[in-house]
């Protein structure tokens, strides 16, 4: 059985950062495709960043440039180092692995 | 970019009732769509991929179907525990992409 423990998140303060973690059971997240998506409070969802098994990162056009996805194949862990955060980056973000498992969601509050 | 158009976007239903819940892609995907479940304040869970192949686990009353630009999900004899918002999402391409959701009430 997979399981997604997402950690990291909380309130910071226009152009702060944080950095949000996944850490994977039952999954190995080097050879899958790792994406983050986030929900805007009352909205739907919305596709964030995806690193590919080969090592390839992805952005959506809304994040790229700010937002950086990494691996450490020895925690078999996947990050999201969210920079420069603008108050429209407010939602909880989710990681997934493929495209049939979720972590439970973090809260990323943008807010001065 | 692929743009998923759900419908519609809100019902109301009754519990045993059969409900249909349509999704198109502005563009051929082949069968690489999913169906999403989201109850509030909870994480989504994926119920269908490859448009019609259940999920480990998610119970025979739903069903999946199409392929091309036209999908399809169906929900037999509603259970309380199904009144939720349910999502599509294309996996074809990059970036992926959702269609705007049907919130399933009472």
């Known amino acids: 059985e997979v399981h997604l423990l997402q950690s990291g998140g909380g309130l910071v303060q226009p152009g702060g950062s944080l950095r949000l973690s996944c850490a994977a059971s039952?999954?190995?997240?080097?050879?899958?495709?790792m994406n983050w998506v986030r929900q805007a409070p009352g909205k739907g969802l919305e596709w964030v960043s995806v690193?590919?098994?080969?090592?390839?990162?992805d952005y959506a056009d809304s994040v790229k440039g700010r937002f950086t996805i990494s691996r450490d194949n020895s925690r078999n862990t996947v990050y999201l180092q969210l920079s420069n955060l603008r108050t429209d980056d407010t939602a909880v973000y989710f990681c997934?692995?493929?495209?049939?498992?979720w972590g439970q969601g973090t809260v990323v509050s943008v807010s001065s | 970019d692929i743009q998923m158009t759900q419908s519609p976007s809100s019902l109301s239903a009754s519990v045993g009732d059969r409900v249909t819940i349509t999704c198109r892609a502005s563009?051929?995907?082949?069968?690489?769509l999913v169906w999403i479940q989201q109850k509030p304040g909870k994480a989504p869970k994926s119920l269908i991929y490859a448009a019609s192949t259940l999920q480990s686990g998610v119970p025979s009353k739903f069903s999946g179907s199409g392929s091309g630009t036209d999908f399809t999900l169906i929900i037999s004899g509603l259970q309380p525990e199904d009144f939720a918002t349910y999502y599509c999402?294309?996996?074809?391409?990059?970036?992926?992409?959702f269609g705007g959701g049907t919130k399933v009430d009472i």
């Open positions: 563009q051929d995907i082949k069968k690489y």
């Open positions: 690193l590919h098994s080969g090592g390839n990162p």
């Open positions: 039952g999954l190995t997240v080097s050879i899958n495709s």
């Open positions: 999402q294309q996996y074809y391409s990059y970036p992926l992409t």
């Open positions: 997934t692995g493929g495209v049939l498992d």
